[in-house]
């Protein structure tokens, strides 16, 4: 029962450094998103992904980029990183809207 | 638009009953969402309700919808310290294949 599996779990960057987060579920799901956690923010939307072959915008996508794969995986890509960036990332995903399965996150640090 | 607000914490004593509220602003919202948040993990979905609904009860959970006002609550009848978490209202669309979350209320349960 892997669900959605996310790698790293703790990652800690240098500024302008670039690295991905890998998603993967396998739970057949059409739609996944990433979404970053802060405090008091609750959670926002960066890019999700209704299908294989597509993506879009969510409400925070700049300074990031996504990729759909194939339909299980979805990676998260920062090309320079800020440390505005410092948050909690959670991949997830779901067959129709609503019922999401989350992640367990990864915890990036941006000195 | 899409906004969904929610207090940030909450203390009850075990035993009590929580009450956790959520406005929400689009009126075309659908479907709307509890979700519950344990430390250092990812999100866990609790219930959910269809918008043409009033209320739902699943065991000690107790849904409300009052549509006119735009005002979802959750309700756990006899709170236990493994109900202590933050607790996330969401909203999706019918069709669109996104939730929005409000910030998560931090339920802590005391003796």
């Known amino acids: 029962n892997a669900g959605v599996t996310q790698t790293p779990k703790f990652q800690v960057l240098k500024t302008g450094q670039s690295m991905t987060l890998q998603c993967a579920q396998d739970?057949?799901?059409?739609?996944m998103y990433w979404y970053r956690q802060d405090p008091g923010m609750g959670l926002r939307l960066i890019y999700y992904?209704?299908?294989?072959?597509?993506?879009d915008k969510g409400e925070v996508p700049n300074g990031y980029n996504v990729s759909r794969l194939n339909k299980r995986e979805f990676s998260l890509r920062l090309e320079s990183a800020a440390p505005s960036q410092t948050s909690v990332y959670f991949c997830?995903?779901?067959?129709?809207?609503?019922?999401?399965?989350f992640g367990q996150g990864t915890r990036l640090t941006v000195v | 638009g899409e906004d969904v607000e929610q207090s940030l914490f909450l203390s009850v004593r075990e035993g009590d009953s929580s009450v956790i509220n959520c406005t929400y602003t689009?009126?075309?919202?659908?479907?709307l969402y509890w979700y519950k948040q344990e430390p250092g993990a990812g999100l866990q979905l609790l219930t959910y309700?269809?918008?043409?609904?009033d209320m739902k009860q699943d065991q000690r959970l107790t849904v409300l919808l009052n549509k006119k006002d735009k005002h979802l609550s959750l309700r756990i009848a006899d709170t236990q310290t493994g109900d202590s978490a933050i607790y996330f209202c969401?909203?999706?669309?019918?069709?669109?294949?996104?939730?929005?979350f409000g910030a998560g209320t931090r339920l802590a349960v005391h003796p």
């Open positions: 997830a995903s779901s067959e129709q809207a609503g019922e999401a399965f």
């Open positions: 739970m057949n799901h059409n739609s």
């Open positions: 992904s209704a299908s294989e072959g597509t993506t």
């Open positions: 689009d009126s075309s919202s659908t479907y």
């Open positions: 309700i269809f918008s043409n609904m």
């Open positions: 969401a909203e999706s669309m019918s069709g669109y294949n996104k939730l929005i």
